[in-house]
């Protein structure tokens, strides 16, 4: 378990961009695998993006694929989740979340579930 902190929320208007930064307290050895997801009002929290420390490796949600970027610094122990045309129904709060042992398969989505450690969400609207 680690301590995980979001960071660049904001609002945006349709076809703008931000970046996402979460940053993990404890050991990188800790975060085998970070993932994005993000959860509207009245809405299923929905896994968006994964990445594995160990190759690299990154999954993609259909609804994001081609126009968010996950990224992660291992030295910082940090990930990234550069997100560019932004829609208005992209609005909702994102999570960040890692675990130890977890393999993001590029194929497979990621579920909840299969993570131990969360952090508090960064609320992303966009609107104009």
């Known amino acids: 378990q680690v301590q995980l902190v979001e960071s660049g929320g904001g609002l945006v208007q349709p076809g703008g961009s931000l970046r996402l930064s979460c940053a993990a307290s404890g050991s990188d050895l800790d975060t085998h695998a970070m993932a994005w997801f993000r959860q509207a009002p009245g809405k299923e929290r929905e896994g968006l993006s994964c990445?594995?420390?160990?190759?690299?490796?990154?999954y993609y949600d259909d609804s994001v694929k081609g126009r968010f970027t996950i990224s992660r610094d291992n030295a910082k122990n940090t990930v990234y989740l550069q997100m560019n045309s932004l829609r208005p129904e992209d609005t909702a709060v994102y999570f960040c979340?890692?675990?130890?042992?977890?393999?993001?398969?590029?194929?497979?989505?990621?579920?909840?579930?299969?993570?131990?450690?969360w952090g508090q969400g960064t609320q992303v609207t966009v609107s104009s």
């Open positions: 990445i594995n420390r160990s190759d690299g490796s990154t």
């Open positions: 979340a890692s675990d130890p042992d977890y393999y993001c398969d590029p194929g497979q989505a990621v579920a909840a579930l299969d993570f131990h450690s």
